[in-house]
């Protein structure tokens, strides 16, 4: 099983000059609601997490649309994989690629966050560990107090790295410290 998830994080093009009076750099917090893109400083960040492996998948997008998020998805995933998903239109057509399809509707007025379909007390579709993980991820990012939506999938490949590592080992630092010392 893996759950699939979009979020669009606030990135402008903080450290480029604004050569054009016309155009001045937007003002501190985008506020602006709904789906974001890579056009209004709002780039979709797609996310993936394997339920069983903990391992994620992460990749900044220009637009959260299908013709995006699905080739995403099918590339990180194997065939006849369970996806849990919100009611985000982009995923409906993923059962035409192998690939089955549950989702939770986080709409107003039908808010539900998990749902038990087989009856066995445990609600296992739900899509809560992907949303967890953008916690970290926006806890990640804050400490640099802005990020450039150029450099972004910079960030985003270093936080995926640094989550998916799970185990600092005496091999790995090993590795680290003698790759460094070549490089000098």
């Not at 649309?65 to 919100?86: G, I, N, S, Y």
């Amino acid at each position: 099983m893996v759950e699939a998830d979009e979020r669009y994080q606030n990135a402008g093009e903080k450290g480029r000059p604004h050569p054009d009076p016309a155009d001045p750099p937007r003002r501190r917090a985008n506020k602006q609601r709904g789906h974001g893109t890579f056009d209004n400083d709002r780039p979709p960040i797609a996310g993936l997490v394997g339920r069983g492996s903990g391992q994620i998948r992460l990749r900044v997008l220009l637009h959260s649309d299908r013709k995006e998020l699905e080739p995403f998805v099918v590339d990180k995933t194997v065939v006849a994989v369970t996806v849990h998903t919100d009611e985000w239109k982009a995923y409906d057509h993923l059962p035409a690629t192998g690939r089955a399809r549950k989702a939770v509707c986080h709409a107003p007025g039908k808010r539900e966050w998990a749902r038990d379909d087989d009856g066995d007390g445990i609600r296992e579709v739900h899509c809560n560990t992907m949303e967890g993980i953008w916690t970290g991820l926006r806890n990640f990012l804050r400490g640099f107090r802005g990020v450039s939506k150029h450099f972004l999938a910079s960030y985003v490949a270093v936080f995926e790295w640094a989550y998916n590592l799970k185990c600092l080992t005496a091999e790995f630092v090993q590795a680290m410290v003698l790759r460094t010392l070549k490089a000098t």
